[in-house]
């Protein structure tokens, strides 16, 4: 079962109201799964609050591809928009997940940018979530051979690497 939230834990991050009330949410979406997951926030860049999922049943309950981790970041960003405002979103990482993603989609992204150097036409990237299409924008944004962007419509939003 999930640890009680202790108010000294988060108060010593210098979170906001908004970001606290984000939190709250994150805490009770973790007692209502009823599993050993405890959220610790291991960082704030506004208007993303970083939460870490630990305990004994987090890497088994989000698999090893993200697709569940996903999901709980989605439904979590929504109940947040609608009780506490859309000043604040979470990205939500268990067991080092998001970095390593964050490793492949920038190996990805430069890859990719070599062949369409090379190439001189455009890649078209299988869809991604947000958060990793803001990946693959950033890596390439001090390119001068590529340009990025994004074009269609969510959940089938894809990134297009073009020469410039």
């Known amino acids: 079962m999930v640890e009680e939230h202790n108010p000294e834990n988060v108060d010593s991050h210098n979170i906001t109201d908004t970001e606290r009330g984000a939190f709250d949410i994150i805490i009770e979406m973790c007692q209502a799964m009823e ?22 049943d987090a890497a088994e309950a989000f698999g090893r591809f993200g697709k569940r981790l996903d999901a709980l970041q989605y439904l979590a960003n929504l109940l947040i928009l609608k009780r506490v405002g859309a000043e604040v979103r979470v990205v939500l990482d268990c067991a080092g997940y998001r970095l390593r993603r964050t490793q492949v989609l920038e190996n990805l992204a430069r890859e990719y940018a070599a062949q369409v150097k090379e190439r001189q036409e455009e890649c078209e990237l299988d869809p991604l979530p947000a958060h990793e299409r803001r990946i693959i924008h950033n890596t390439l944004s001090d390119d001068p051979y590529v340009t990025t962007y994004s074009e269609g419509v969510d959940p089938d939003r894809k990134v297009i690497i073009a020469p410039r």
């Open 35 to 56: 599993l050993d997951i405890t959220p610790e926030i291991t960082g704030s860049n506004p208007p993303y609050l970083e939460i870490n999922l630990t305990g004994h």
